[in-house]
């Protein structure tokens, strides 16, 4: 049974690039079935290249991973992987009902017009089924990638900066649609930069640094070990180290 297995395991995890950039060094991580983990840290401290490693968008230098129990780069584990990346790289020739049709498609879905006509319901997005994706505002792109992320019914949701640059209502119109598939059983992995927004929807954060792991606990116990009163402040005193 796959919920007998961390949902996402990361052991020894070290990534060099070719121009010996240390991304990662030697990263251990865990995240249970089920959970919401928050993964926070400044730009450059290795977060992208930790979802690019679990995703098989990047080759690791050292270390091993696996989802659900099965190595991250067996077909299983990446049936079992939902991405939706901060960068929006949506089809541009492609409307909406066809970018969630060709997902469905690649994970071999069977009946995939009913789960796109679902999704397209549920993201508000039944009045833009047939426009393409440079016509859709902002907001409607944001909503069109996690969407699509979500079409092959994944148990495991990574989600890179989800409501960057979105205004105050999209951004809690998307976290409604996020705690609901939470509560749904699906595990999420959330990016962030809005501290706010990882105290509010975590159960658990982990703080990261030049490629390791500084801390992990929920928000309470990570203000606790700071000795502060705010999670900003402990980010800012874990960041300091």
Same mark, same amino acid.
Not at 15 to 32: H, M, Q, S, V
Not at 101 to 109: C, K, P
Not at 186 to 196: C, F, K
Not at 203 to 232: K, M, T, Y
């Given at each position: 049974?796959?919920?007998?297995?961390?949902? #996402?395991?990361?052991?020894?995890?070290?990534?060099?690039?070719?121009?010996?950039?240390?991304?990662?060094?030697?990263?251990?991580?865990?995240?249970?079935?089920?959970?919401?983990?928050?993964?926070?840290?400044?730009?450059?401290?290795?977060?992208?290249?930790?979802?690019?490693?679990?995703?098989?968008?990047?080759?690791?230098?050292?270390? !091993?991973?696996?989802?659900?129990?099965?190595?991250?780069?067996?077909?299983?584990?990446?049936?079992?992987?939902?991405?939706?990346?901060?960068?929006?790289?949506?089809?541009?020739? #492609?409307?909406?009902?066809?970018?969630?049709?060709? &997902?469905?498609?690649?994970?071999?879905?069977?009946?995939?017009?009913?789960?796109?006509?679902?999704?397209?319901?549920?993201?508000?997005?039944?009045?833009?089924?047939?426009?393409?994706?440079?016509? #859709?505002?902002?907001?409607?792109?944001?909503?069109?990638?996690?969407?699509?992320? #979500?079409? &092959?019914?994944?148990?495991?949701?990574?989600?890179?900066?989800?409501?960057?640059?979105?205004?105050? !209502?999209?951004?809690?119109?998307?976290?409604?649609?996020?705690?609901?598939? &939470?509560?749904?059983?699906?595990?999420?992995?959330?990016?962030?930069?809005?501290?706010?927004?990882? !105290?509010?929807?975590?159960?658990?954060?982990?703080?990261?640094?030049?490629?390791?792991?500084?801390?992990?606990?929920?928000?309470?116990?990570?203000?606790?070990?700071?000795?502060?009163?705010?999670?900003?402040?402990?980010?800012?005193?874990?960041?300091?180290?």
């Amino acid at each position: 049974m796959y919920r007998d297995h961390p949902a #996402l395991a990361l052991r020894g995890l070290t990534k060099r690039y070719a121009d010996g950039t240390l991304a990662l060094e030697e990263f251990d991580l865990e995240i249970p079935a089920g959970a919401f983990f928050g993964l926070l840290g400044p730009n450059g401290a290795g977060k992208t290249t930790l979802i690019s490693a679990v995703c098989n968008l990047l080759r690791i230098t050292e270390g !091993e991973i696996s989802v659900f129990g099965e190595p991250h780069d067996s077909l299983q584990a990446r049936s079992w992987i939902g991405l939706a990346e901060q960068d929006i790289n949506l089809d541009r020739f #492609l409307t909406v009902r066809e970018t969630l049709l060709y &997902h469905g498609g690649y994970w071999g879905m069977r009946e995939p017009e009913n789960r796109a006509h679902e999704l397209i319901d549920a993201f508000g997005l039944t009045h833009k089924r047939d426009t393409r994706a440079p016509r #859709l505002s902002g907001g409607q792109r944001r909503r069109l990638l996690l969407a699509r992320a #979500l079409m &092959h019914r994944p148990r495991l949701v990574i989600l890179d900066e989800p409501t960057a640059g979105v205004d105050f !209502e999209l951004r809690q119109e998307l976290w409604r649609y996020i705690r609901q598939l &939470h509560a749904e059983g699906t595990t999420i992995l959330l990016t962030t930069h809005y501290l706010e927004e990882a !105290e509010q929807l975590c159960d658990e954060i982990a703080l990261i640094r030049d490629g390791h792991l500084i801390a992990r606990d929920n928000s309470e116990g990570l203000r606790e070990h700071f000795g502060v009163g705010r999670l900003q402040d402990a980010y800012v005193k874990a960041m300091a180290l």
